[in-house]
Nanobody, 120 residues
Framework: QVQLVESGGGLVQPGGSLRLSCAASGNIFRINTMGWYRQAPGNERELVAA???????NYADSVKGRFTISRDNAKNTVYLQMNSLKPEDTAVYYCNADAVNSNLYRSAYWGQGTQVTVSS
């Protein structure tokens, strides 16, 4: 099994910054794409940003220029640097990993979520 543990959420004022981290652990053979999704009350879960093992990135239009995704493959960790935060960024943020475990079983894994609230 593969576990994802997120950290770094919290309350921040509009225009502020937060950095989310997500560390993968367990019986990992390989991690392919890692990403961050978010879900606000009443909305569907949406992709925020994703990064491949080679470092290629993809962002939602709503966060381009404000958020930066990065990863440390040696630590099986992905980060999301969020700048110029807006109230509409308020949501529960979930880490996701497309991973292969030690039994060579490939699946999508999710973290437990971390709350980000942008409010004055």
């Amino acid at each position: 099994q593969v576990q994802l543990v997120e950290s770094g959420g919290g309350l921040v004022q509009p225009g502020g910054s937060l950095r989310l981290s997500c560390a993968a652990s367990g019986n990992i053979f390989r991690i392919n794409t890692m990403g961050w999704y978010r879900q606000a009350p009443g909305n569907e879960r949406e992709l925020v940003a994703a990064i491949t093992s080679g470092g290629s990135t993809n962002y939602a239009d709503s966060v381009k220029g404000r958020f930066t995704i990065s990863r440390d493959n040696a630590k099986n960790t992905v980060y999301l640097q969020m700048n110029s935060l807006k109230p509409e960024d308020t949501a529960v943020y979930y880490c996701n990993a497309d991973a292969v475990n030690s039994n060579l079983y490939r699946s999508a894994y999710w973290g437990q979520g971390t709350q980000v609230t942008v409010s004055s």
